[in-house]
């Protein structure tokens, strides 16, 4: 083959590492929640490439931004700054508990960022010796070898070794567990407000305001994961603001970029003061295109009222997903929180979201999973109403055969 046929598929297998598995099939355009594959087939994008694509795709303010931008600055490093940046620094200020910003591009990065200078914080205090992290079982913080040694997935740091140490687990949701095991040598606490990749799973009501109240008690940073929780998925603009706590540091990526490589770590004016000049840094951290397009994602929130939207349509998908659990026998539990869903498979259908997820993509329904026992969906935030009834229909077809 040559350089100027279409690539298909078949490539990815030839030519990529192997470390991911992608659909058989290639999209190659998007529009709101509609996506075409090579072949002209069209998808509902229940999907949102991993709640990320929070405004849909090719939402005409985003292509705008994007496109304005790019004819006037795309790159400069840190050695500068510029005005995206400092206009995106605020907005999150402004909106937030956050006192001060750092960008990067990635979730993994903003935690790298977040764990780090709990640790510096420590030693800044005068407290060198304080450098136990704390996170939970299951939990999810990225791939680099420091945030996949806090993540609570053994597997996923398989082989390896040797890994950062003073990393402790407990489980998700169990305060006494968190008391056995916080002590004046912890310099933070890490967790997600609804976990992601471990299943999608909301913690008991009050779970994390006492850990906060723990972490209080011995000088510990709470170090909230919003990543995937962020930047409006769960109907406010972060997690922690549906309840009456905040957190020392927070980190966002995925939806706030809306598809373009964008994260961040937000945290307290005292500890920000800690990551003083040189202790970090990254070269595309504050890149002027994705804090362009990271600010249109705020305004378009709130011109179109986006988040406003979303109880009527998380209630509207989790109705249709509970009517297909009861009617196909599919599911044991429909949970999670706005437009973040999981929906755990019956014992009967155990280990097999992966064929859930597959029958769904032929069906014309992008789906993931969330472990082997949860279909995850996390759909553009401003999905229109019409296209989640439609997914419903397409997905009672897609899911029908499953128990056959
Ligand atoms: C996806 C995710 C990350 C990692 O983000 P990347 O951009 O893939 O590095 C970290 N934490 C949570 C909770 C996530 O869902």
Redesign the pocket.
């Known amino acids: 083959m040559t350089s100027s046929t279409r690539p298909d598929r078949a490539e990815f297998d030839r030519y990529h590492t192997p470390n991911y598995n992608p659909a058989p099939f290639v999209p190659v355009r998007g529009q709101g929640s509609r996506v075409w594959d090579q072949a002209g087939r069209d998808y509902i994008d229940l999907f949102g490439g991993?709640?990320v694509t929070s405004l849909g795709h090719a939402h005409p303010r985003l292509v705008a931004a994007l496109q304005d931008q790019a004819s006037q600055l795309w790159h400069l490093s840190n050695a500068f700054t510029n005005e995206p940046a400092l206009e995106l620094a605020r907005m999150l200020v402004e909106r937030t508990f956050a006192d001060r910003v750092y960008f990067c591009s990635?979730?993994?990065?903003a935690?790298e960022a977040a764990f780090k200078l709990a640790r510096r914080h420590a030693h800044n205090q005068g407290q060198p010796q304080k450098t136990k992290l704390i996170a939970a079982r299951n939990a999810?913080?990225?791939?680099s070898l420091f945030?996949v040694s806090v993540g609570g997935t053994p597997a996923y740091a398989e082989g390896f070794g040797p890994l950062p140490g003073d990393i402790v687990h407990v489980p998700y949701d169990d305060i006494s567990a968190l008391e056995a095991c916080i002590d004046d040598q912890t310099c933070a606490v890490i967790l997600?407000p609804i976990q992601?990749?471990g299943g999608v799973r909301p913690p008991s009501p009050g779970y994390l305001a006492a850990v906060r109240a723990l972490c209080d008690r011995h000088g510990a940073l709470l170090i909230l994961?919003e990543?995937?929780?962020g930047a409006g998925r769960t109907g406010t603009l972060y997690a922690y603001m549906h309840q009456n706590l905040r957190p020392d540091i927070l980190?966002t990526?995925?939806g706030i970029g809306g598809g373009f490589p964008l994260?961040a770590m937000l945290c307290t004016e005292t500890v920000g003061q800690s990551l003083v000049a040189g202790t970090h840094g990254s070269t595309y951290g504050g890149n002027p295109l994705a804090c362009r397009v990271g600010c249109e994602v705020l305004k378009v929130f709130e011109d179109e009222k986006v988040l406003e939207g979303i109880p009527e349509r998380s209630a509207a998908l989790r109705a249709g997903l509970e009517t297909l659990g009861q009617e196909l026998g599919i599911f044991k539990e429909v949970r999670g929180q706005g437009m973040l869903l999981g929906a755990e498979l019956v014992p009967e259908l155990a280990g097999r979201a992966r064929d859930a997820m597959q029958a769904a993509h032929a069906g014309g329904v992008l789906a993931w999973l969330a472990g082997a026992n949860v279909v995850r969906l996390a759909p553009p935030l401003n999905i229109p109403m019409a296209d989640i009834e439609e997914a419903i229909q397409r997905l009672r077809a897609a899911w029908s055969g499953l128990r056959g």
Not at 106 to 109: K, Y
Not at 140 to 143: D, V
Request: aromatic content about 4%; overall charge negative; proline content about 0%.
């Open positions: 991993i709640a990635s979730g993994l990065e935690n999810f913080h990225g791939r945030t997600e992601g990749e994961d990543v995937q929780s980190t990526a995925k994260g």
